[in-house]
């Protein structure tokens, strides 16, 4: 049952919606009407998002709902519901029932449906980068950005034969112990808004093709993306009930904590949201994967190849309006590196902000005036606090989006005592902090709480290595700035920006989804069927 008893408030994301399609340019209209009429459990033309329960889309009867609006234009695109208790309920039901069969089903038979769901990814691919642009915000490039880097986890989750092998050993004359992998049962995914595909699809093809069944939570702000993945989970062959997506915000997230037939839970989002859930899952007994904040820096050393190093900087703080858990938000520029400043912010000028369907967008809008909001509010305490506004990306007007959450790029030059640099901006923020060696930039990095990602510029291989060796951060990259791992690997970010034992995707994925189970036999092969009868006087010897 949902609890009454909420330690986190709901959140609301009231705006002055305008009415569906109204406000869409002619492109964003066409695509929203055509994500209406070929999916079941979606819209974007104002109806509303469906529960999907043991394999039904299921109009959900919550009383309490979200408008999800076009985040460019404020034009309503859909409603998401507070799953009620007893849906959430009907939910669990599903996937508890779905898992005694689906835990008993051969590896080969996971595995095909892997492959299945990798066609129709790729084949309906437009279509959810087109919610994404629609809900999310992200130029359509990056929306299939989003869903590329989810489908590679997909496509390593097709080796699952081979990750799931057991081992044996005769440890004495006779005598076996096997140890192999089993799944744990239902489990839960609570999603964020930035990535509406890649996330969700870091936890489907991990829980699913290990044996598990699944809960999906997306976010409430962008849930589009999930439900087009959910019906062709289901057109890929998927049994009723292994896949289940509910919706809402606080309440359905206790509910998932408190629930004590969900034995895991995997997490990406924001601070504050990930202790909780932390804590409170943990404290039902239920493993749990939690990546939080960041604050990333990027170290410019002054032998870099300085047209990579600043295309990469712009790249890696700007795209996605800085919406993303391993953007570039903070450039420590080393010694001489610092006059290359000026440069940065002329190529960081030159950036394109648009609605995600325009020709020649960089960037899109941020997800909410909230947030727009918030990252004004941590732009100007730079201006109390004495920073220098370089490039100021309030006020911006884009032509034809009037009331669009527009905040182009900026960058401030900052020291690590100002608000600007202690709290993570998640905008199109770039601040500058300078250092006079490579040792100095180290200690700044170092004394950050956050250690999701990092990455240093430099031609120097004795630069690079000691950079490597000493940082204390979970994702290094070497003129690389966004070095998040490929799903061979798995995902490392520490400190605080990462709760649990288990991290996600690759080895680290199978085994948060999996249990070990050791047997040890004995059968003695001198007790085998089928030896001469003996006729002679038993002695009892």
């Not at 959810?128 to 950005?145: P, R």
């Not at 960058?411 to 040792?439: H, K, N, Q, W």
Request: hydrophobic fraction near 40%.
């Amino acid at each position: 049952m949902i609890s009454s008893k909420l330690v986190l408030r709901a959140r609301g994301y009231a705006t002055a919606a305008r009415p569906p399609l109204s406000a869409l340019s002619a492109t964003a209209k066409a695509r929203a009407q055509q994500i209406s009429a070929e999916w079941k459990g979606t819209s974007a033309t104002g109806e509303n998002t469906k529960n999907f329960v043991g394999g039904q889309f299921v109009e959900s009867k919550a009383t309490d709902w979200i408008d999800v609006v076009d985040p460019a234009s404020q034009t309503l695109l859909t409603r998401v519901p507070e799953t009620t208790s007893a849906e959430f309920d009907q939910a669990v039901a599903a996937a508890s029932e779905a898992f005694k069969s689906w835990r008993r089903s051969s590896v080969l038979t996971r595995q095909r449906f892997i492959f299945e769901l990798q066609y129709l990814l790729r084949k309906h691919g437009d279509a959810i980068a087109n919610s994404i642009v629609l809900e999310q915000g992200k130029t359509f490039a990056d929306a299939q950005g989003d869903l590329l880097r989810g489908l590679q986890v997909v496509e390593s989750a097709s080796g699952i034969p081979t990750a799931l092998l057991g081992s044996t050993i005769e440890v004495s004359k006779d005598m076996d112990t096997s140890t192999r992998r089993l799944p744990l049962g239902v489990c839960a995914s609570v999603a964020p808004f930035n990535f509406p595909a890649m996330i969700p699809l870091w936890t489907i093809p991990m829980a699913i093709a290990t044996g598990n069944t699944l809960i999906v939570k997306p976010s409430e702000r962008d849930p589009g993306a999930a439900m087009i993945i959910a019906e062709l989970c289901q057109r890929a062959g998927l049994p009723e009930g292994v896949l289940n997506v509910v919706h809402g915000t606080v309440p359905t997230v206790n509910a998932i904590c408190d629930n004590p037939a969900i034995k895991a839970i995997s997490f990406v989002g924001g601070d504050r949201a990930g202790h909780h859930i932390y804590e409170r899952g943990r404290k039902t007994g239920k493993r749990v994967q939690a990546n939080l904040g960041a604050k990333n820096h990027a170290v410019l050393m002054p032998d870099a190849n300085k047209n990579h190093a600043l295309n990469s900087l712009v790249g890696a703080a700007f795209g996605a309006a800085g919406q993303r858990c391993m953007a570039i938000s903070v450039a420590v520029l080393v010694g001489n590196a610092q006059q290359w400043l000026p440069e940065l912010v002329e190529r960081a000028k030159k950036l394109n902000v648009n609605q995600g369907f325009e020709k020649g967008a960089d960037l899109g809008p941020v997800i909410s005036l909230a947030a727009k909001k918030r990252i004004e509010g941590l732009i100007a305490s730079a201006e109390e606090q004495g920073g220098r506004i370089l490039l100021d990306g309030r006020g911006l007007e884009v032509p034809g989006f009037p009331e669009g959450n527009w905040v182009g790029p900026t960058i401030i030059e900052a020291t690590v005592d100002m608000r600007c640099y202690r709290e993570e901006i998640f905008g199109p923020v770039l601040i500058v902090v300078t250092a006079d060696t490579l040792d100095d930039a180290l200690s700044i990095i170092n004394a950050n709480p956050y250690g999701n990602g990092t990455a240093i510029f430099t031609q120097s291989g004795a630069t690079a290595r000691k950079f490597e060796n000493e940082v204390e951060v979970g994702q290094v990259g070497v003129n690389v700035p966004i070095p998040v791992p490929l799903p061979m690997f798995s995902w490392s970010g520490n400190k605080a920006s990462f709760l649990g034992d288990i991290p996600f995707y690759g080895k680290s994925g199978i085994d948060f989804y999996t249990q070990n189970k050791t047997t040890t036999s004995l059968w003695k092969a001198e007790d085998a069927i089928g030896n001469k009868a003996s006729v002679d006087m038993p002695t009892h010897h």
